[in-house]
């Protein structure tokens, strides 16, 4: 089993899940008492956030690049960032280790493709939705059409993440809030919506409404796994 690195704490509430999922995804896999191989180093958010707002992205990529580095040192064999917005750092991030980083985008849009969607909506930071480092991937290297919410849909969202969510506060009134826009941005043709905050789907599940909802933490997470346990499965395919 190959070591997955990650880079958390940024909200550590979703960290939490990555490594619940992933410890899941690879003892559904194993079974017994197997788990995850995982080296995590996880950052304090406040100093992230702060950074973020005042638009200070190559100190932010400073900070990220040094704790990736830490995390291949430890003796990871891959990197999560464990957020969709940073990724927008992803290629200062990759240039800087010699373990492949495991792009969130990337593996979403494999599950999309996989899924006949070819136009979707995108919900998450304002940095995430308004920002092309995230939809752009999707259109240039994918092809999927990406619709996003209007602009004061985006603040209600972002406020959402970063006053409630990334603080574990959970309000069946921002749910109805994320339900409607989710809901509308379906009547706009979208046919499935990216929950793109690792935050988000501690607040919105699939039984919250009938538009297909992709997950990017947990399709994020099984990436990891399916990466940690290549040479397994390959054994696997030889014995068989």
């Given amino acids: 089993m190959k070591t997955i690195g990650l880079l958390g704490g940024m909200s550590w ?6 490594y619940k999922l992933i410890n899941q995804g690879i003892n559904r896999e194993l079974g017994g008492l197997h788990s995850a191989k995982i080296c995590l180093n996880s950052v304090d958010f406040a100093e992230i956030e702060q950074l973020q707002h005042q638009g200070k992205w190559q100190q ?11 995390v291949e040192a430890a003796g990871a064999d891959c990197l999560l960032i464990c957020t969709n917005t940073m990724h927008k750092l992803a ?12 792009h969130i985008a990337d593996a979403t849009a494999q599950q999309l493709i996989k899924d006949g969607v ?8 304002q940095f995430t ?14 092809d999927i059409e990406v619709l996003i919410p209007d602009e004061l849909a985006q603040q209600v969202v972002h406020k959402i993440i970063y006053t ?6 959970i309000c069946p009134e921002s749910r109805q809030q994320y339900v409607e826009i989710i809901e509308k941005l379906h009547q706009q ?41 290549e040479d397994h ?6 014995c068989g």
Avoid at 13 to 18: C, D, G, H, N, V
Avoid at 164 to 169: D, F, R, S, T, Y
Avoid at 195 to 224: F, K, M, R, W
């Fill in 91 to 102: 290629p200062q991030i990759s240039a800087a280790i010699n373990i492949p980083l495991i």
């Fill in 60 to 70: 932010t990529a400073d900070i990220l690049t040094a704790v990736a580095q830490s």
């Fill in 13 to 18: 509430e979703s960290t939490l899940s990555y």
């Fill in 189 to 229: 043709g979208a046919q499935a919506v990216i929950l793109g905050c690792t935050e988000i789907a501690l607040l919105v599940q699939q039984e919250h409404t009938s538009v297909p909802l992709y997950d990017t933490t947990a399709i994020h997470g099984q990436s990891a796994v399916n990466f940690a346990l």
């Fill in 233 to 238: 499965y390959k054994a696997t395919d030889k």
């Fill in 118 to 125: 070819t136009r979707v909506g995108l919900l998450g930071t």
């Fill in 129 to 142: 939705m308004a920002e092309d480092f995230y939809k752009g991937r999707l259109r240039e290297q994918f």
């Fill in 164 to 169: 409630e969510l990334c603080q574990g506060i």
